[in-house]
Nanobody
């Protein structure tokens, strides 16, 4: 079992940066693949990025490639999402999620979810 708590959201101007953190508790974090998803008002939750359990493979949704970077520190039980060159369309609630070992871009494959953190990008 893994419990997840996101932090680092906030209000930023377009072109700015934020780093989201997701702190995990539980013994299995080091074997858990992690993902970030986001949900804008009135929209479905969508995949943003994922990283495998050891941190050697990363995946991104096309609109964030080159701007966002996912990473993890298994010693700290934390996964990060560095977001640069933010755009108003990045405004959403961002969720981190975990699943056993292998990554996925489908929210239905994830077993553990955080409560979400709001990111608002002003134009």
């Amino acid at each position: 079992q893994v419990q997840l708590v996101e932090s680092g959201g906030g209000l930023v101007q377009a072109g700015g940066s934020l780093r989201l953190s997701c702190a995990a508790s539980g013994r299995t974090f080091s074997t858990t693949a992690m993902g970030w998803f986001r949900q804008a008002p009135g929209e479905e939750r969508k995949f943003v990025a994922a990283i495998n359990w050891i941190g050697t493979m990363t995946y991104y949704e096309d609109s964030v490639k080159g701007r966002f970077a996912i990473s993890r520190d298994n010693a700290k039980n934390t996964v990060y999402l560095q977001m640069n060159s933010l755009k108003p369309e990045d405004t959403a609630v961002y969720y981190c999620a975990g699943r056993n070992r292998y990554t996925s871009s489908s929210e239905y494959d994830y077993d553990y979810w955080g409560q979400g953190t709001q990111v608002t990008v002003s134009s």
